[in-house]
């Protein structure tokens, strides 16, 4: 079985910062896509960042939504098949539901089941 647990989901000041963490139960392709996105309150999932490359590779290719640039950074422990989503300067607009997504090379896709972000004063 093929199972992504998120975790990491807190409230969080304005300007603090948070790291969302994901882990992957089961095989990886050779190739894989990791991704987070987020829902907010009322509002359309949007995608926010991507890591992609071979299993083990020394490096990955990385993608941010716009808004996000600069202050969140994706990473990816292959080993561990850990995905981490390092949130700094938070704002309150980053609040949502935070999912992780798998893609392997081979067309499969997966989603966990989602880590509730809050950005309050």
């Known amino acids: 079985q093929v199972n992504l647990v998120e975790s990491g989901g807190d409230l969080v000041q304005p300007g603090g910062s948070l790291r969302l963490s994901c882990v992957f139960s089961g095989m990886f392709g050779k190739e894989y896509n990791m991704a987070w996105y987020r829902q907010a309150p009322g509002k359309e999932r949007e995608w926010v960042a991507s890591?992609?490359?071979?299993?083990?590779?020394?490096?990955?290719?990385?993608n941010y939504t716009e808004s996000v640039k600069g202050r969140f950074t994706i990473r990816r422990d292959d080993p561990l098949k850990k995905t981490y989503l390092q949130m700094n300067d938070v704002k309150p607009e980053d609040t949502g539901v935070y999912y992780c997504?798998?893609?392997?090379?081979?067309?499969?896709?997966?989603w966990g089941q989602g880590t509730q972000v809050t950005v309050s004063s």
């Open positions: 997504h798998a893609r392997m090379g081979t067309g499969s896709e997966y």
């Open positions: 890591i992609s490359g071979g299993f083990g590779a020394a490096s990955h290719r990385t």
